[in-house]
């Protein structure tokens, strides 16, 4: 039982720091310090990605109308079963996962996450890069955003914020839609329309990411109890739940708001990380 709690905790927080760009990594790093689960290492590190997929399903139901590519057809009004425009998406988000794919059949995220997945490399990350988002909004202050739609989003620059996403994958604590969304503000792409694309590119992104970890868990032989499952499940909706409410807030907010707090956030947390790793751990 103590274990079910501890995995709603873990929820909330996936959640909440999967969408937000804080980097989901560096608080599950700190929390992990704090309060661990009666479960074996593989299984924890399962845990820690698959719970993701409660945040994908968010994303999906959330922006279900922007990436649905077929419509009733209706030959009065011109209309085909495909959505033109939503297919042409699909395939720039597709074009934005090369690098990622790329990255990871090469087996450079695993190099990085051996010398980066760590206290004093989180908090770096999270530092830095909190650093630049404050910079990039002062930057971007002064300019006007030429690509204000999805629709207007091109297949080179789809691959340019694909870039940006590796980012999140080289170095733990960067956050993944921190480093998109940035990414896209530097192009010329407004806020509305990189935090969309960001929020969809996930979809792939992580359910990839998830269903490699799930794949790797089974090849070493390893099986999941009744509590294990349940561990997953509770984690997984919780995220969901959470990651629902986080992503309506966040497409709110944006529309009035700039990303520096955030940037703030990070610094703060950053802090926070590297003195409790370099006094205590």
Same mark, same amino acid.
């Given at each position: 039982?103590?274990?079910?709690?501890?995995?709603?905790?873990?929820?909330?927080?996936?959640?909440?720091?999967?969408?937000?760009?804080?980097?989901?990594?560096?608080?599950?790093?700190?929390?992990?310090?704090?309060?661990?689960?009666?479960?074996?290492?593989?299984?924890?590190?399962?845990?820690?990605?698959?719970?993701?997929l409660?945040?994908?399903?968010?994303?999906?139901?959330?922006?279900?109308?922007?990436?649905?590519?077929?419509?009733?057809?209706?030959?009065?009004?011109g209309?085909?079963?495909?959505?033109?425009?939503?297919w042409?998406l699909?395939?720039?988000v597709?074009?934005?996962?090369?690098?990622?794919?790329?990255?990871?059949?090469?087996?450079?995220?695993?190099?990085?996450?051996?010398?980066?997945?760590?206290?004093?490399?989180?908090?770096?990350?999270?530092?830095i890069?909190?650093?630049?988002?404050?910079?990039?909004?002062?930057?971007?202050?002064?300019?006007?955003?030429?690509?204000?739609?999805?629709?207007?989003? *091109? @297949?080179? !620059? $789809? =691959?340019?914020?694909? #870039?940006?996403q590796? %980012?999140?994958?080289a170095?733990?604590?960067?956050?993944?839609?921190?480093?998109?969304?940035?990414?896209?503000?530097?192009?010329?792409v407004?806020r509305?329309?990189?935090?969309?694309f *960001? @929020?969809? !590119? $996930? =979809?792939?992104?992580? #359910?990839?990411?998830? %269903?490699?970890?799930?794949?790797?868990?089974?090849?070493?032989?390893?099986?999941?109890?009744?509590?294990?499952?349940?561990?997953?499940?509770?984690?997984?909706?919780?995220?969901?739940?959470?990651?629902?409410?986080? =992503?309506?807030?966040?497409?709110?907010?944006?529309?009035?708001?700039?990303?520096?707090?955030?940037?703030?956030?990070?610094?703060v947390?950053?802090?926070i990380?590297?003195?409790?790793?370099?006094?205590?751990?």
């Amino acid at each position: 039982m103590l274990d079910i709690l501890k995995a709603i905790l873990f929820g909330i927080v996936e959640g909440i720091t999967e969408w937000l760009p804080v980097s989901s990594t560096g608080h599950l790093i700190l929390l992990e310090e704090f309060i661990k689960m009666d479960v074996s290492k593989e299984f924890w590190n399962l845990f820690l990605v698959v719970i993701q997929l409660g945040a994908i399903l968010a994303s999906v139901i959330l922006f279900w109308n922007k990436i649905w590519p077929f419509q009733k057809p209706n030959k009065a009004e011109g209309k085909s079963i495909f959505k033109v425009d939503t297919w042409m998406l699909l395939f720039k988000v597709g074009v934005a996962c090369i690098p990622g794919v790329i990255f990871a059949v090469l087996g450079v995220d695993d190099i990085c996450d051996k010398y980066f997945y760590n206290g004093v490399g989180v908090a770096l990350a999270l530092i830095i890069f909190g650093v630049i988002f404050i910079l990039v909004e002062n930057w971007n202050k002064k300019r006007t955003a030429k690509y204000n739609d999805l629709a207007d989003l *091109t @297949f080179q !620059l $789809a =691959i340019y914020i694909g #870039l940006f996403q590796l %980012l999140a994958a080289a170095f733990p604590g960067t956050s993944r839609s921190g480093a998109t969304i940035i990414g896209a503000l530097v192009l010329g792409v407004s806020r509305t329309a990189a935090s969309e694309f *960001t @929020f969809i !590119l $996930a =979809i792939p992104a992580m #359910l990839g990411a998830s %269903l490699l970890e799930l794949k790797d868990y089974l090849e070493l032989g390893m099986t999941m109890g009744g509590t294990e499952i349940a561990i997953l499940l509770v984690g997984v909706i919780v995220s969901f739940i959470v990651s629902v409410v986080v =992503i309506k807030f966040l497409m709110g907010y944006i529309k009035k708001h700039d990303f520096k707090v955030f940037g703030w956030y990070r610094i703060v947390l950053g802090v926070i990380v590297f003195l409790y790793f370099a006094l205590f751990a």
